[in-house]
Every structure is written in C-alpha cells, then in structure tokens.
C-alpha cells in the first residue's frame, strides 16, 4: 500500500479543486458545480455530499455527468452537457443501459506469495555475472544474448529495489529503462532466453505475440491487454506486477514496407509505443485506444479511486524478432530498423538491441549433450525412467541429430523434433517389456525401424 499511495501522490490520482459553485445550489438539478479534472480523487463524494441526498450508483454516475466539464467548448449546465470527447455523448450511452457500469477488477489484499515475491524484489542482489550463470543453465551457447539481457534485467531489478525502499524519492525520478530488442532466425534460442530469465528471477513475466495484436477497434488483441496479462501473472497485485517484465515475439511482423495492411501494422506499432513510455492502463477500458486518458478514466469509473489503473512506467520491455533480411552483422543500427519499417520512435526506446548468432551444427550437438534442462534428452531420460528403462545416447547419435536438425533449418526447435521421431517407437515398445536399458547410436538413428525390430526379435 506505500508503492500505491506514492503512485496516487505522484500523479495516478489526483485530488479535484472546486472552481465555482454556491453551496446552496443543487447540483443535480441546478446550475452544475464547475470543476476542473486536471487533478481529482473524491470529487464524486464531496459532489454527493453537498446535497445530503443519497443516491443509487447509476444515479451518482448520472451525477457526474451533469457536473460542469472543461471541454473545447468550455464550462457548460449540467443540464446541456453533452461529453464532447471522441466517444460522443457518453450520457446519453449511460442512461440507456440498464444498470450502472461497475468496476470490473476487483481489489487485492496481498498474499503470502505475493508479498514473498515483493520482498525478493527489494532485496535483489544479483549481479549480472551471476543472472547470466542462472542463464546458461538453460541457454546452451548465444554468450553476448545472455550478457546483454542479464545487464539490462539486473539493470531493472536494482531500480525496482531502490524505488521499493523509498517510493518518494526515487518513484518520480528521470530513469531510462533498458528495454531490449533481440534479433535472430527463428530456433536460435530467443524464446529460450526469455523461458529462462522467467526461470532465473521470480518477478511477472509475460509473454505475447506481436501478430495477435490489431489496430484499435479491429478485431485482434490490444496492445494495452499484455498490461492486464502482467497484472494476472502477479496474481492481481498491481504493486508488483508494475515491476515485471512483458515480452513482444514476432515484433518483425509489425514492420510496414509499403505492402499489405500498412496503416493497421503501424497503428499497432504506436500502440506499442505508448506502453513501453510510461502509459496509463484503465484496466477496465481495454480495446479502447490503448492508454488511458484519467480525466476520462476518472469522468467514467469515479467509485474506482483509480484503482483500475495500471501504469507501466517501470516495466522492462523485451522485444523479439526475426530480421532476417538485415545484414548479419553484430551492430544493428536504428537507421536499420528504420529501413526494415519500424518506426523511429519506438527503435528509440529499445537501447539494448543485440544479435543471436545462428546456430551450427556443433551448437546444436552442445545442446544436446548438455545435461540441465536445455537439452530435450534429459526429459527423455526422465519419462523412461519412470518405466525402468535406462537410456543412454552416444556421442555419434547426438551428432547424427544434431546434423539432421542443421540440415532442415529448424534450429534448437528442430531437436526436440528429431529425437521423438527416432524414439516414439521405443518409447511404445520398451515400458513393460521387461528390457531394462537402451543405447541409442548413429545406426539406431539412421534405422530406428529397423534397430527397433532386431531389439524385439
């Protein structure tokens, strides 16, 4: 609650000034009280307090409609008002539903996780050296990747640490995020990373595909949902989820070069644009153009207190794409990207761009002969364990896979392809047959059909 009353106090919530209006007037049926909603917390309730009356939450909504709002066409009665925003008349919206809009996300107490969570954050410690070691346990290789992600997100969790220890000093500080932009074919381990720093660090993470998005009021995902999605990680806690991490796949896709739907790619790329700035989220508005506009947010959930809204001012953002058609070379420049059909303001916002390296057929033996979780062998082991069977894999079959995978281009992803192939027979016949063991060569690779058949003979 100290994080959320900072983030009212700097600016997410702000109290209301009351510009004119006599206390013996009614409101709601007289001249309206004239206000401003540059700033605003409990205007509603002091409206409502200064009739005595007590009214029904469609009534009250009614009310704050009727109140003089500054608009283009200045202060007009409460009986003449008509919300001049892009929405049009939103009174009238009200008046024909059938009961009053309720807030739709609810309130959270903390919980023992959450509140766990919290406290590894503002107590995080990790070096860079160390994160990247966290790392590797599940990256086999992509050495300078797991550098640059492992500085910026140390880089993310340290400010986390600073602004949780004391919100009113470092809360409204100038702070340049270091958001990411990792570049490379798919199957070189750019979902891998992002797999294992949700692994290496106990913080929201969330993933989304950048091709589900579409422009706003088309059919699709808006942007301003992966800010609900960070919050759903966080089990609810807007405290916390405002620290995590939110990772953009196929970015590349958004990239407008003058064919198919322009104006859409690029609207989503804008959309983009404002979460990774410092956006406001009602998290109740979704779809409806992204960031929040908190005059309107305020002028349409005012029994909220804003606790619908999100901001994403101190979320790392992790953007990931192909490329394929940049030179390979190890600096990408924004006038690259530019080029390549995003726009130059959100190339701004991503310092940290970096490269994956393609994966050769020898990267692609290392991770299989690794022994931690990067290697699809080790969950074979595993699930024929659970049968008895010890499986054991030469050195010759690894490479033998490994080459196969190269071959057809499927990268890391085309591993875990190659090894069921070869094994999904084994894995049918073996459990329950009373074999105990099974070594897998380059000729079993070569021949699983055949191996398989002389192993029953």
């Given amino acids: 609650m100290l994080l959320r009353r900072a983030l009212r106090r700097a600016g997410a919530v702000r109290r209301c000034r009351e510009k004119s209006s006599s206390p013996k007037e009614d409101p709601f049926h007289n001249r309206a009280t004239a206000m401003n909603f540059e700033e605003g917390?409990?205007?509603?309730?002091?409206?409502?307090?200064?009739?005595?009356?007590?009214?029904?939450?469609?009534?009250?909504?009614?009310?704050?409609?009727?109140?003089?709002?500054?608009?283009?066409?200045?202060?007009?009665?409460?009986?003449?008002?008509?919300?001049?925003?892009?929405?049009?008349?939103?009174?009238?919206?009200?008046?024909?539903s059938?009961?009053?809009?309720?807030?739709?996300?609810?309130?959270?107490?903390?919980?023992?996780?959450?509140?766990?969570?919290?406290?590894?954050?503002?107590?995080?410690s990790l070096t860079p050296r160390e994160l990247k070691a966290r790392l590797d346990t599940y990256v086999i290789g992509q050495d300078e990747a797991k550098k640059a992600l492992a500085v910026a997100l140390t880089d993310h969790f340290q400010h986390a640490r600073r602004v949780l220890a004391d919100p009113a000093q470092h809360l409204d500080e100038p702070y340049h995020k270091r958001n990411v932009l990792l570049?490379?074919?798919?199957?070189?381990?750019?979902?891998a990373l992002l797999r294992a720093a949700r692994l290496a660090v106990d913080a929201p993470l969330v993933a989304a595909d950048a091709t589900a998005f579409s422009a706003t009021g088309y059919v699709g995902r808006d942007a301003s949902d992966v800010a609900a999605q960070l919050v759903t990680a966080a089990d609810g806690d807007r405290d916390l989820a405002s620290f995590g991490v939110v990772c953009v796949d196929e970015v590349d896709k958004l990239r407008s070069r003058s064919e198919g739907n322009e104006v859409g790619k690029l609207d989503v790329q804008s959309s983009l644009l404002k979460l990774v700035e410092d956006a406001e989220i009602d998290l109740d508005e979704r779809g409806s153009g992204g960031a929040a506009d908190p005059k309107r947010a305020r002028l349409l959930n005012p029994d909220s207190t804003f606790d619908n809204l999100f901001s994403t001012k101190h979320v790392l953002f992790v953007f990931c794409g192909a490329f394929t058609d940049l030179a390979e070379n190890d600096r990408v420049t924004p006038d690259d990207l530019v080029e390549a059909g995003l726009i130059r303001e959100l190339v701004g916002r991503l310092p940290v761009r970096v490269r994956l390296d393609a994966l050769t057929a020898?990267?692609?033996?290392?991770?299989?002969?690794?022994?931690?979780?990067?290697?699809?062998?080790?969950?074979?082991?595993?699930e024929m364990a659970a049968y008895g069977v010890d499986v054991d894999f030469s050195d010759c079959a690894i490479?033998?896979?490994?080459?196969?995978?190269?071959?057809?281009?499927?990268?890391?992803?085309?591993?875990?392809?190659?090894?069921?192939?070869?094994?999904?027979?084994?894995?049918?016949?073996?459990?329950?047959?009373?074999?105990?063991?099974?070594?897998?060569?380059?000729?079993?690779?070569?021949?699983?059909?055949?191996?398989?058949?002389?192993?029953?003979?």
């Fill in 41 to 96: 917390e409990g205007w509603l309730q002091r409206l409502v307090g200064t009739t005595g009356r007590t009214t029904t939450e469609f009534e009250r909504y009614k009310a704050a409609a009727k109140a003089a709002v500054k608009t283009d066409a200045g202060l007009k009665s409460g009986d003449e008002l008509l919300f001049a925003g892009e929405d049009g008349d939103w009174l009238k919206k009200l008046e024909s």
């Fill in 98 to 124: 059938s009961e009053a809009r309720q807030p739709r996300t609810p309130k959270v107490t903390k919980t023992a996780r959450t509140t766990r969570r919290l406290e590894a954050i503002s107590k995080f």
């Fill in 183 to 191: 570049l490379g074919p798919s199957g070189v381990g750019k979902t």
């Fill in 362 to 382: 020898d990267d692609l033996a290392s991770i299989l002969a690794a022994s931690g979780p990067a290697s699809p062998l080790t969950q074979i082991r595993g």
């Fill in 399 to 457: 490479q033998a896979w490994a080459e196969r995978a190269f071959a057809e281009r499927t990268g890391a992803r085309g591993l875990a392809t190659a090894v069921e192939d070869t094994l999904r027979g084994f894995k049918y016949e073996l459990p329950g047959s009373g074999r105990d063991s099974l070594r897998v060569t380059a000729d079993l690779v070569a021949d699983p059909r055949g191996a398989l058949a002389r192993l029953l003979s």
